[in-house]
Each structure stands twice: as C-alpha cells, then as structure tokens.
C-alpha cells in the first residue's frame, strides 16, 4: 500500500476529503473518555453521539488506523505529529492503571467476565455495551501505528493491553470463554493473530485461537450457511481472523471458514451495490429485501478485507470483481463529497436518499470504518508478488516495485473513459508477467498493445497475462469494452438494476420533500421523512440501448424514453457514486405493457400503510433499534425465528424488558404489538413457562397478554389503547413487559407506538 499513490479522479478527491476530516478532529477530544475511565479529568470534552456511551472509545481507535493508513500513502506531517500525540496520550493514560488496561469506559465489566460468572447476551456483556468490540478498535488503531508508521510506544501500549487479556481470561475455562464470545466482540482473533506476527510471543496466537467464536466458525468450515437472523458485522471480523489464523497456521479449516463465507455473502448474501444485511442482519438466503436500513457500511469495509486475503490466497478475477462493485458502489458512494461525512446504512429503498453522519455528535461504528475507507484506496490496485504484477482495478495510480527498481503509471478517466494506459517510468530490462483483469462486465474482446503493437495474450484466472522484460518507456493500453446490462434481484425477476460496466446507475429523483438537511446526528430519523412515487419502467428489459440514451455532453449520465409509468415520465440515470442531497432509486419495477397492465406493488402499499400511523418503531433483539431505544431487561433472551422470518426477545420468570418510545402529546396513542401465533407455552432451562404477561407504560399497566398458540402459521398483531393520562404533554413513555414466576413475556416479535387503532 505505501508504495502506491493515487492520481488525480474521483478516488484521489475522496481520500483528500477523508483527510480533512482526519485532521479535523481533536485528539484530547477522541481520548477524553479514556481519561474519565481512569476517573481523570480529560482536557477537552469527550464528543457527542455513540462517544458519549458505553461504547465510548471505539473512535479513537478506529482514528489511530484511519490516521496511520493516510499518512502511509499521502506523508502529511500533521497527521503524523497528531498520531503520536494520540498514542502518548493513550501510554499515560495506561500508567495510571496498574495492570495495562486502557479504554473508553471503566474496566469493571472485563473485572466481572473474568470472576467467570456473568451474564451475556449479542450486545451486552456483564452489564456492558459490547465491551470487546469497542476496545478492539483500540487494539487495531495501536497495531496500525506501529506497523505503518515504525511507532514503538504504540507497539509497547497494545502488548501490555494484550497481556492484560491474557491475564484475565486465563481465568475462564473454554466453556466460559465460549460462552463470552455470545457477545459482539469485533476482530480480537485478528488482532491477536496479529500481535503474534509483529512478536511472534506463542501467547498471543493460543489467545487468538480462543477467541473464535466456535459456534458460528465450526458450521461454516463445514460449508453450512446458518447465518440467517446473525448480526452480520459481529461475523465478519471473526471470519477475517479465521483468515488470518490460515496464514500463520495452515490449518485448512480456518481456510475453508473464509472461503465458504465470502461465497454465501458476495453471491448469495448481497445486495446491487455489493454491501449486505438488513437491520444490520442477514435475512434469508437469495432474498433481496428493499428498505432505509440496508447495507451497513461497516460490512462492505470489512468483506473488502476478507476479500483481500481470498485474493493473495488465490489470484482470480472474481474476487476483483466483487471488491470493484462494493469499491465504487458502496464505498466511494457512502462519502459526502461536500463535508466528507459518512454513510450508516445505504437505504436501498426507492424514493429514499442518503443519510450521513454530523461532525461532532455522531461517531457511527459506520463513521469509524468511513475514517478509514478513502485511506484504502490504494489498495489492490495492483499485486505484486515477485514476478508477478496484477492490475486489479483501473484507478489512476502509480506504483513502485522498490526491490526490482520498477515503477509504473497507470494512466484513466474510467469509468468516465474505457481506455488504460500502463507506462514503465522506471526498469532496466526486468521480466515481469504483468496480468490485466478481465472484468465480468467486458461485452467484448480487450485489445491489448505493446508500445502501440498488438501483442498476443493468454488468459489466466480471468487476467490477460503479458511477461517480457520492460524497459523504461515501454506502454501497454488498452480498452475495455463496455456498456448497459441489468441487475436482476435474487428474489423477483421483475425488480431490477441498471448499471454501465460496474458503475451502478441510480435513477436521480431530485428533492421533493427532502428534508433541510442529510447530515444527522440520530441515524434512526431517517425513517421519518416520508418516501416519493417512484415510477415503474414499462419497457424491453433485454434491449436497454433502446430505451436508456447518454446524455450528450455529461459523460456517465443518462435519460431513458417516457417509459416511467404512471405518467410517461423520463428517468435520468447517473452513478450512484455521484448522487448526493437527493432522493433516487437502485431497483426498479421494470415489466412490459402486457404485466403493468395489472401489476400491483403490494410491498409499496404496505410500507406505506404501515408508514402512514407509525409514530416510533422498535425491533426487539436488534442492536441499534434496541440500543436507540434505551433497551433495559432482566432474565431476557433474544433470538430469531426463520420460519416468519424476524428476530424477538421475551423475559422468563421475575423479569421484563422495556423501551423509551416516542409518542404525541396531544393526541390518542396505541400500542401495536407483534407476536408469533402459534405461541403458547415455552419450555427453557428445564423449566415450563405460560406466555401470561403483563405490558406497562410508565409503569402503569394498560394490558395483559396469554399467548394461546391459536394462529400456528404466522406472525399476529395486537393493538392496545395508550389511556391519554400517561402520554399528554410526553415525548417519550417507557414501554415495558413484564412476566412473573413460572411466566414468560412474548416472545414480542414488533413494536409500534400508531397514531390510530388497528383492533
């Protein structure tokens, strides 16, 4: 990576963008929550949003590696003064603890794992916000400094950081270490595997064996897909260290982990644009689900790491292909190219638009991998590995190959121009088998010249593979075919995408009401605002050219014919990378005149419906409607069901669960609850539970609920009349459920505070 610059384009603007956003912000500001965890007074306030949680701390971390890859490919001074300032500032804090612990928050919830007795469930561990998976961050940003910039205190702060986890869950047996890693605990497998490479201390890899989460590594080593209702981003950095793992131990089960994975994910799993989840969970197989919280950022930077690793392993076109759609689609797309500001979730929803996070009262775990992103652009660009040299991607760039005394240009405009221009600047007749990937997306033969003559080429992998020795001045160019062609959801043929080569091409819907501003500090808001028509396309799906037009004179932008219905409307189509600050659509209904004619878009009118009375919203066993929504519980459990499809969460015996939800004041609430039908009575713990419970808000009881199994094949509403007493002049109640002894409350599979009875 640090021997690869971009060029001036769209990847070279984006990473100065990300820069300014790096040097913007304040060190004694990122670090003050480690201060106050050490019961100090920080210098400066810590910052607002998810840093002013339990999960504080994460941001600093994730800085330190967004920090460090930027100066590695653009050497600014700044940065790298404002790196080991952070670093010195997090040793001191270390100090004042004499067993090497440093975080966000205090160390009473690893003091409490670590007796071995504690309770955990997929977001919380002994009390604590996914305490694992926010000093993970810390980890990583440490281990990031010392390998990319030689810093040796941060090399010094993180072992001792890691000999404090040694030290403590030497404690626990396999069971109880197992049974921590119930909770989203980010890459700890990879960052210990890393430490051991950097130290090569046997201490570090038996920890990193440890924390793979054998329940979700062993199936999936075994090529079995059971991640259906999994939180997608807690898997993805545990298979990452399982690649890791592969690399320094050869042990095929890590590798069989990783490649299983990437397949059932990129190709199974994903959406247009490459990113993945819905709710931040993978759905069912093959299913394409639209809606606002869609493809988490977080989950296209880390398929991109894993991606990597599949690549070094094997070379093959494929992957590239698939890290260049989520590359320009996701990636490049998730960055405000005004204020640099990040993407959350991607909405795939037609009608909706982009959502970013503020500058200060955000901090995302989506603004932390979105510092890091426009650093990465350089990455696998090119592969070098002795002879061998790989143009991966068609980015403008330079390389040097510093033990062979290469450097090389790559020299376009893609995908505003299909032509590539390689130059040696630099060799004295070196061999060198230089490999051009031949994209998926290509609608024809690629060309290729040497020094202005057509050579001959032989294909390899997916890569046209050209080995002779090169002298400085030598050129290879060429052109790459391409043109339209459709993306066909997995789920519904008639629901589909248009994309140039690899560029996806959102229909621009411009700014009807749209809201004052994009730049939240509460992600969740971007349910509020109500979605636009979006038109049908009645038109020959197989003859796009027919009907979809460039514009002349604004390269990547196109119009089709009136064929938007209702209303013979013209759709202007640009990429999605481009489109910012307005509403626009990635799927499409798109059928001939003979299926509109009665075409109906039930999921449409549903939405709608359902959009039209819902005043709050919660999904019980999600980690951020739950977290947004000041989730407290007692003797409660998550899980999802797959036969409807949906996560829940019920209490057993003397405990309940309960919700901040926002209501009207002024006017009549009601209390929408979802259950499972064919619920009735559950037997857990050796114990048997009636589903006989009661439902509070504001601890005032307004109901009570026996679930009696009487609908076996489907999810059934409940609507309960909020008494005007306990919301007037309110904006939020707490709604609670609450089970005694020998009971159990729900499973609730759905919560909705509605505007109008639905009994």
Same mark, same amino acid.
């Given at each position: 990576?640090?021997?690869?610059?971009?060029?001036?384009?769209?990847?070279?603007?984006?990473?100065?963008?990300?820069?300014?956003?790096?040097?913007?912000?304040?060190?004694? @500001?990122?670090?003050?929550?480690?201060?106050?965890?050490?019961?100090?007074? #920080?210098?400066?306030?810590?910052?607002?949003?998810?840093?002013?949680?339990?999960?504080?701390?994460?941001?600093?971390?994730?800085?330190?590696?967004?920090?460090?890859?930027?100066?590695?490919?653009?050497?600014?001074?700044?940065?790298?003064?404002?790196?080991?300032? !952070?670093?010195?500032? %997090?040793?001191?804090?270390?100090?004042?603890?004499?067993?090497?612990?440093?975080?966000?928050?205090?160390?009473?919830?690893?003091?409490?794992?670590?007796?071995?007795?504690?309770?955990?469930?997929? +977001?919380?561990?002994?009390?604590?916000?996914?305490?694992?998976?926010?000093?993970?961050?810390?980890?990583?940003?440490?281990?990031?400094?010392?390998?990319?910039?030689?810093?040796?205190?941060?090399?010094?702060?993180?072992?001792?950081?890691?000999?404090?986890?040694?030290?403590?869950?030497?404690?626990?047996?396999?069971?109880? +270490?197992?049974?921590?890693?119930?909770?989203?605990?980010?890459?700890?497998?990879?960052?210990?595997?890393?430490?051991?490479?950097?130290?090569?201390?046997?201490?570090?890899?038996?920890?990193?064996?440890?924390?793979?989460?054998?329940?979700?590594?062993?199936?999936?080593?075994?090529?079995?897909?059971?991640?259906?209702?999994?939180?997608?981003?807690?898997?993805?950095?545990?298979?990452?260290?399982?690649?890791?793992?592969?690399?320094?131990?050869?042990?095929?089960?890590?590798?069989?982990?990783?490649?299983?994975?990437?397949?059932?994910?990129?190709?199974?799993?994903?959406?247009?644009?490459?990113?993945?989840?819905?709710?931040?969970?993978?759905? $069912?197989?093959?299913?394409?689900?639209?809606?606002?919280?869609?493809?988490?950022?977080?989950?296209? /930077?880390?398929?991109?790491?894993?991606?990597?690793? %599949?690549?070094?392993?094997?070379?093959?076109?494929?992957?590239?292909?698939?890290? &260049?759609? !989520? %590359?320009?689609?996701?990636?490049?797309?998730?960055?405000?190219?005004?204020?640099?500001?990040? =993407?959350? *979730?991607?909405?795939?929803?037609?009608?909706?638009?982009?959502?970013?996070?503020?500058?200060?009262?955000? *901090?995302?775990?989506?603004?932390?991998?979105?510092?890091?992103?426009?650093?990465? /652009?350089?990455?696998?660009?090119?592969?070098?590995?002795?002879?061998?040299? +790989?143009?991966?991607?068609?980015?403008?760039?330079?390389?040097?190959?510093?033990?062979?005394?290469?450097?090389?240009?790559?020299?376009?405009?893609?995908? @505003?121009?299909?032509?590539?221009?390689?130059?040696?600047?630099?060799?004295?007749?070196?061999?060198?088998?230089?490999?051009?990937?031949?994209?998926?997306?290509?609608?024809?033969?690629?060309?290729?010249?040497?020094?202005?003559?057509?050579?001959?080429?032989?294909?390899?992998?997916?890569?046209?593979?050209?080995?002779?020795?090169?002298?400085?001045?030598?050129?290879?160019?060429?052109?790459?075919?391409?043109?339209?062609?459709?993306?066909?959801?997995?789920?519904?043929?008639?629901?589909?995408?248009?994309?140039?080569?690899?560029?996806?091409?959102?229909?621009?819907?411009?700014?009807?009401?749209?809201?004052?501003?994009?730049?939240?500090?509460?992600?969740?808001?971007?349910?509020?605002? #109500?979605?636009?028509?979006?038109?049908?396309?009645?038109?020959?799906?197989?003859?796009?050219?027919?009907?979809?037009?460039?514009?002349?004179?604004?390269?990547?932008?196109?119009?089709?014919?009136?064929?938007?219905?209702?209303?013979?409307?013209?759709?202007?189509?640009?990429?999605?990378?481009? %489109?910012?600050?307005?509403?626009?659509?990635?799927?499409?209904?798109?059928?001939?005149?003979?299926?509109?004619?009665? *075409?109906?878009?039930?999921?449409?009118?549903?939405?709608?419906?359902?959009?039209?009375?819902?005043?709050?919203?919660?999904?019980?066993?999600?980690?951020?409607?739950?977290?947004?929504?000041?989730?407290?519980?007692?003797?409660?459990?998550?899980?999802? +069901?797959?036969?409807?499809?949906?996560?829940?969460?019920?209490? @057993?015996?003397?405990?309940?669960?309960?919700?901040?939800?926002?209501?009207? $004041?002024?006017?009549?609430?009601?209390?929408?609850? =979802?259950? *499972?039908?064919?619920?009735?009575?559950?037997?857990?713990?050796?114990?048997?539970?009636?589903?006989?419970?009661?439902?509070?808000?504001?601890?005032?009881?307004?109901?009570?609920?026996?679930?009696?199994?009487?609908?076996?094949?489907?999810?059934?509403?409940?609507?309960?009349?909020? $008494?005007?007493?306990?919301?007037?002049?309110?904006?939020?109640? &707490?709604?609670?459920?609450?089970?005694?002894?020998?009971?159990?409350?729900?499973?609730? /599979?759905?919560?909705?505070?509605?505007?109008?009875?639905?009994?």
């Amino acid at each position: 990576m640090e021997n690869v610059r971009l060029l001036e384009g769209i990847f070279k603007d984006s990473q100065e963008k990300g820069k300014e956003y790096l040097i913007y912000l304040d060190v004694d @500001r990122l670090v003050a929550p480690c201060y106050e965890a050490a019961s100090q007074t #920080p210098k400066k306030p810590r910052y607002g949003g998810w840093e002013s949680t339990p999960i504080a701390g994460h941001s600093i971390g994730h800085w330190l590696s967004a920090a460090a890859t930027m100066y590695t490919v653009t050497k600014d001074e700044e940065l790298k003064q404002k790196i080991d300032y !952070a670093v010195n500032e %997090l040793a001191y804090v270390q100090s004042l603890d004499d067993s090497g612990y440093v975080s966000g928050f205090t160390r009473t919830y690893f003091d409490k794992v670590f007796t071995g007795e504690f309770e955990v469930e997929n +977001f919380s561990l002994a009390g604590g916000w996914v305490p694992w998976y926010s000093i993970h961050k810390i980890y990583a940003g440490l281990i990031d400094v010392y390998n990319l910039t030689g810093n040796e205190k941060a090399l010094e702060v993180v072992t001792k950081l890691a000999d404090w986890a040694k030290k403590g869950t030497d404690n626990l047996n396999d069971e109880q +270490f197992q049974k921590m890693l119930i909770c989203e605990h980010g890459g700890m497998n990879e960052a210990m595997a890393d430490l051991y490479t950097i130290t090569k201390n046997e201490d570090y890899l038996k920890l990193a064996i440890r924390f793979c989460h054998q329940a979700i590594l062993e199936p999936l080593s075994k090529d079995v897909d059971e991640l259906e209702g999994k939180h997608a981003n807690t898997q993805i950095p545990k298979v990452i260290g399982a690649a890791k793992l592969y690399e320094i131990t050869g042990n095929e089960d890590y590798k069989n982990t990783a490649a299983f994975f990437w397949n059932e994910v990129t190709k199974n799993r994903s959406y247009i644009i490459g990113g993945n989840s819905i709710g931040e969970h993978f759905g $069912p197989i093959n299913k394409e689900t639209l809606g606002i919280t869609t493809a988490e950022t977080c989950n296209t /930077y880390n398929m991109l790491k894993l991606t990597e690793h %599949l690549f070094q392993w094997s070379p093959n076109s494929e992957y590239m292909d698939y890290y &260049e759609k !989520a %590359l320009y689609n996701h990636i490049l797309a998730s960055q405000d190219p005004d204020s640099g500001m990040k =993407t959350y *979730f991607v909405s795939t929803q037609p009608g909706h638009f982009k959502i970013y996070c503020s500058h200060d009262n955000s *901090f995302w775990c989506c603004t932390g991998t979105g510092m890091e992103n426009p650093a990465r /652009y350089t990455r696998n660009i090119f592969y070098n590995d002795q002879d061998e040299l +790989f143009v991966n991607l068609f980015i403008a760039s330079e390389i040097e190959i510093k033990d062979r005394k290469i450097k090389l240009k790559q020299e376009t405009d893609f995908p @505003r121009s299909n032509h590539v221009r390689v130059s040696f600047e630099e060799a004295k007749e070196t061999f060198l088998n230089v490999h051009v990937r031949v994209p998926y997306w290509v609608n024809g033969d690629i060309t290729v010249l040497v020094n202005g003559v057509k050579v001959e080429t032989f294909a390899n992998n997916g890569y046209l593979v050209i080995g002779r020795n090169w002298s400085a001045g030598d050129t290879i160019e060429f052109t790459l075919p391409i043109g339209l062609h459709t993306y066909t959801a997995k789920d519904n043929p008639a629901k589909v995408g248009i994309m140039y080569g690899p560029v996806v091409l959102a229909g621009a819907l411009g700014r009807e009401n749209f809201p004052e501003t994009d730049i939240l500090e509460d992600h969740l808001k971007l349910n509020n605002y #109500p979605l636009i028509d979006v038109p049908s396309l009645v038109a020959d799906k197989e003859n796009l050219t027919d009907w979809i037009k460039p514009v002349e004179g604004e390269p990547l932008t196109f119009e089709t014919k009136e064929i938007g219905q209702p209303g013979n409307r013209k759709v202007s189509l640009i990429p999605f990378y481009n %489109l910012h600050h307005q509403r626009y659509t990635l799927y499409w209904n798109l059928m001939n005149e003979e299926a509109y004619k009665t *075409f109906v878009d039930k999921e449409k009118e549903e939405l709608e419906r359902l959009r039209a009375i819902t005043v709050d919203v919660v999904q019980p066993g999600e980690q951020q409607p739950e977290i947004e929504h000041s989730v407290q519980s007692s003797n409660s459990n998550t899980g999802y +069901f797959n036969v409807v499809e949906r996560s829940w969460r019920d209490s @057993r015996g003397e405990g309940f669960f309960s919700y901040q939800m926002q209501v009207y $004041p002024e006017k009549q609430m009601y209390l929408l609850v =979802t259950y *499972f039908g064919g619920d009735k009575t559950l037997f857990a713990d050796g114990k048997r539970y009636d589903r006989d419970f009661q439902i509070l808000v504001d601890g005032q009881m307004i109901a009570t609920q026996k679930l009696e199994g009487t609908n076996p094949d489907d999810l059934i509403d409940v609507c309960y009349e909020i $008494p005007l007493i306990l919301t007037e002049g309110k904006q939020k109640v &707490e709604v609670k459920f609450q089970s005694g002894e020998g009971k159990a409350a729900g499973g609730i /599979y759905g919560i909705r505070i509605v505007n109008t009875s639905l009994s």
